[in-house]
């Protein structure tokens, strides 16, 4: 199971390439799976987190807001590969729903990738009040 974690900062060249980092390689191998994120990123799932986070959606009722939702994901998904020097191309399409134009920040989260323009990385990232941020982890159960 890949654990990925640590924030990464890169540039997409004009053919729409940008190097992964080499850390999150190593549990991508050579291809992953690239879907609409929320908050206005991109998730990268290596295959066996792609299973793992696609199979949540199987058994969920047939209503309007679940197809919603499964279609928010599955219709956006894109396979690609990573080239021999480390660069993948990120669909085009994906690249203008994430605002992604030049420089980008890859951000581990145990079980995907988080793929941002830094401008909307930047603009969202409010760690400010660890403390706040603390005590809401602890309230869901998470010791430190």
Aim: glycine content about 6%; some cysteine.
């Amino acid at each position: 199971m890949s654990r990925f974690a640590g924030q990464f900062e890169h540039t997409i060249d004009t053919k729409g390439r940008v190097i992964v980092p080499s850390k999150f390689r190593d549990d991508l191998k050579d291809a992953y799976i690239v879907t609409l994120g929320l908050d206005g990123c991109l998730y990268l799932f290596s295959d066996e987190g792609w299973e793992k986070f696609s199979a949540q959606f199987e058994n969920l009722p047939g209503n309007k807001e679940t197809r919603k939702i499964r279609r928010y994901f599955m219709a956006n998904a894109a396979d690609c590969d990573i080239d021999k020097q480390g660069r993948t191309l990120i669909p085009a399409a994906l690249r203008e729903k994430a605002g992604i134009d030049k420089e980008v920040v890859f951000v581990g989260l145990i079980d995907k990738i988080e793929l941002w323009s830094k401008e909307r990385y930047d603009a969202q990232d409010d760690f400010d009040s660890v403390d706040e941020v603390a005590e809401d982890l602890s309230k869901l159960g998470v010791k430190f």
